[in-house]
């Protein structure tokens, strides 16, 4: 993971430079999306439970958008001995995160379509693109019953990195879907973490989406092509 991040920044930072006509590309998008995730924890690391999120997201360059996220969801296991329940614990999960989107495919077809400054904005119908951020998670798990509560920090650090499609159907709206690994600074998402556990708790995700363009047009006043 140190490896993949300071090379897709540092693509995103030579095409940024490279090309001109950037103002043409800016517009403001509202997401919302939800999904399903998984957490490799110490705990049930193969359960299934559903994830909900909110973005806000600024298309500045022709490959590249910055995205700010805020996604939730729930997390619960188990650990029985002999059928007897050792730890059981529930926990709701609060992740903001700030992303950075370069698209590395794209159809060749555009949908025509004005930004609000009568511009084109070079919309295709459908991109392909890889994704990578930064965040933090916060989380309460509460042990069931009166098993013991061990003592830790209930936020840390995230770094979401993945992949994702988008398709326009509308010069203001689209659909998507994402498949994200998260690597996150804590072992304590479930509030347990036995003594011999070395490596930090992770998440898997898999998410569709709905996003709204504003001050988009179907003509421009100046009209640019």
């Not at 693509?11 to 950037?22: A, D």
């Not at 059981?88 to 077809?109: C, D, G, N």
């Not at 326009?168 to 998507?176: L, P, T, W």
Request: aromatic share 18%; charged share 25%; proline share 4%.
């Amino acid at each position: 993971m140190r490896k993949i991040l300071p090379v897709f920044f540092l693509c995103m930072v030579v095409t940024f430079t490279s090309s001109g006509q950037k103002w043409r590309y800016y517009w403001w998008e509202g997401e919302l999306g939800g999904g399903i995730h998984v957490a490799f924890n110490d705990l049930n690391r193969w359960k299934i439970s559903p994830v909900g999120s909110v973005s806000l997201r600024y298309k500045f360059h022709q490959y590249a958008a910055a995205k700010f996220q805020i996604a939730a969801g729930q997390i619960s296991g188990i650990d029985r001995r002999d059928t007897v329940t050792v730890f059981s614990y529930t926990t709701l999960l609060v992740a903001p995160s700030l992303r950075v989107e370069y698209e590395i495919f794209r159809a060749k077809k555009d949908l025509p379509g004005y930004n609000s400054r009568g511009l084109d904005m070079d919309l295709r119908k459908y991109w392909v693109y890889l994704f990578a951020g930064i965040g933090g998670i916060y989380f309460d798990p509460r042990p069931a019953d009166d098993l013991p509560e061990e003592e830790f920090k209930k936020y840390t650090w995230i770094v979401p990195i993945g992949t994702g499609f988008k398709y326009n159907f509308h010069r203001a709206i689209s659909i998507g879907a994402e498949v994200e690994f998260t690597f996150t600074g804590s072992d304590y998402l479930e509030g347990y973490s036995p003594g011999h556990s070395s490596k930090n708790d992770k998440f898997f995700l898999i998410r569709g989406e709905v996003a709204y363009r504003f001050g988009t047009t179907p003509s421009s006043s100046l009209r640019v092509r």
